[in-house]
Nanobody, 112 residues
Framework: QVQVVESGGGLAHPGESLRLSCAVSGLPFRDRAMQWYRQAPGKERELVATITTDRSTRYLDSVKGRFTISRDNFKNMVYLQMDSLKPEDTAVYYC??????WGQGTHVTVSS
């Protein structure tokens, strides 16, 4: 059974940090690019970050310099370190494993 499970979301104040984790099971992991998406209520889903099999990374412009995606192939985990959080980062964050395997999402709320 394939499972993609996000964790680490919660409440944060502006300027604080959160680290999201995504655990993948039931799939070969090392040979898959991994991504983080997010979706705020009433807004379109947007791609936040990508990490490829060779660990190259790409980021949404608005999170560059603040977010870092990484992966641990031994643990079958992908992470999103989110620093300097802003209220506009509030969203449900989803982990995506190529091809088309999605987690349930983890909520991130950034507010004063």
């Amino acid at each position: 059974q394939v499972q993609v499970v996000e964790s680490g979301g919660g409440l944060a104040h502006p300027g604080e940090s959160l680290r999201l984790s995504c655990a993948v099971s039931g799939l070969p992991f090392r040979d898959r690019a991994m991504q983080w998406y997010r979706q705020a209520p009433g807004k379109e889903r947007e791609l936040v970050a990508t990490i490829t099999t060779d660990r190259s990374t790409r980021y949404l412009d608005s999170v560059k310099g603040r977010f870092t995606i990484s992966r641990d192939n031994f643990k079958n985990m992908v992470y999103l370190q989110m620093d300097s959080l802003k209220p506009e980062d509030t969203a449900v964050y989803y982990c995506h494993a190529y091809w088309s395997f999605w987690g349930q999402g983890t909520h991130v709320t950034v507010s004063s």
